[in-house]
């Protein structure tokens, strides 16, 4: 994917991530118990709640690891 993405797809990223976030802090996760639920790294629950770049099986199993709808993380 090209580097320079237009600001909406940036905001919309971020906006994801802000949702992984709260949903793991209202359910007193910590960024490593989220990644061991789910069964990825920190770092990839660090650079998603950042609004980096995300797999969509990355983001599945996160919104499963939250017990959540992947819909819910995506628009809120």
Known sequence: MPADQPEWVLQARR???DRIRVRR???S????SLAYAAGLD???IQRM?????MKLSHLLLVAHALRVH???L???
Not at 29 to 32: K, P, R, Y
């Open 15 to 17: 906006a994801v991530g």
């Open 42 to 44: 920190r770092s990839t």
């Open 25 to 27: 802090l209202q359910q």
């Open 70 to 72: 992947v819909t819910d």
């Open 49 to 53: 709640e950042g609004g980096a770049e």
């Open 74 to 76: 995506l628009h809120g």
């Open 29 to 32: 996760l910590t960024q490593e």
